[in-house]
């Protein structure tokens, strides 16, 4: 698989990302289980942003210098479009986690906690996953018009489900906790597990982490083909999905106030995933460049954000 990411740009990307979770879980402890005011998350989020744009900025400079302008500037908006569309998906995370906090009443206190463990594991379970894929698409060319489809397909059933909340008691992955680990119904601090006459049970705050990362990943199956409708290159696209993710936790404590006020904003993420599926469909007849794509998806999410603040949800009849 050809890939612009040398050891260096690895290595570098690897300390910059150990370097801000240390911090960001350094202050967080420094913190102490606290409920996030929406001024903490706004700050915070413009700061995860910032780190990503600083990076692109970085990664634009140094292949300039060594590849040429033509590269850099390829490379670079490559980077920003997949960070705006794992961004943009990421928003449905973010409605699903607050079902998730509401369903298993988890105390303000403790969800840092959980988004902070949740992330990291999806963070690991997405980089897994992104080398699987671009492994494939390196050897099957095919293998771009299977993902073209799902996609395709993931934005109608998207469309179609919109604003319908999702059944977590039947969920497969909570129902063989329930069946097969030793669970207890109180919340414990921040214990993800106690042991009670020499035997071990697991609290809820594991529960909700687990679910966190299972559901990101389940996501990411969603988000990971549409990157690589941009770009092959595992470097761009792990990197991109990353500095997307690390911002989720910030993010979440931003919008989850604000999660009726964008309620067509579904809509939106099912064009953003039909469309991206059509480009890769096409993609031997007709390639659309990367600027394009960048523009119509950014119109798309501001469009339907607009929409939602100028249209209020209707209010279902008792």
Known sequence: MQTIGSPLLWGMFAVLVIVALKL???LMRHGGPHKVSVREAAWWSLGWVVLALLFNAGLWAYLHATAGA????????????????????????????LTLFTYFAVPEEQRQRALVIGVLGAIVLR????????ALLARFHWMLYVFGIFLLVTGIKMWIAAGQEPDLARN????????????????????????RQGRRFYT??????????????????????????????PFI????????????????????GMADR?????????????????????????????????????????????????????????
């Not at 980089?127 to 671009?134: D, L, Q, S, T, W």
């Not at 063989?176 to 207890?184: A, D, N, Q, S, T």
């Not at 696209?237 to 989850?256: E, H, K």
Request: net charge negative; charged share 10%; glycine share 6%.
């Open 237 to 256: 696209v792990l990197t991109s999905n990353v500095f997307a993710v690390l911002g989720l936790r910030a993010m979440f404590f931003l919008l989850a």
């Open 70 to 97: 033509e590269v850099a500037g390829r490379v670079g908006l490559e980077f920003l479009t997949g960070y705006l569309v794992e961004k943009s998906l990421a928003v449905d995370n973010i409605f699903v986690f």
């Open 262 to 318: 964008f309620h067509l904003l579904p809509y939106g993420l099912a064009l953003v995933l039909a469309f991206i599926g059509t480009k890769m469909l096409i993609v031997d007849v007709f390639k659309i460049p990367v600027l394009v794509s960048l523009g119509v998806v950014a119109a798309i999410l501001a469009a339907t954000m607009l929409l939602s603040l100028a249209l209020p949800p209707r209010e279902d009849a008792d």
């Open 127 to 134: 980089a897994i996953m992104i080398f699987i894929g671009a």
């Open 204 to 233: 809820p705050l594991f529960v909700v982490i687990v679910m966190i990362a299972i559901t990101d990943v389940i996501f990411a199956v969603d988000s990971i083909p549409a990157i690589f409708a941009i770009t092959a290159d």
């Open 24 to 26: 960001d879980l350094v």
């Open 172 to 195: 497969p992955v909570l129902r063989w906790m329930r069946g097969h680990l030793p669970l207890i119904q109180r919340y414990q601090g921040n214990a993800l597990t106690v042991v």
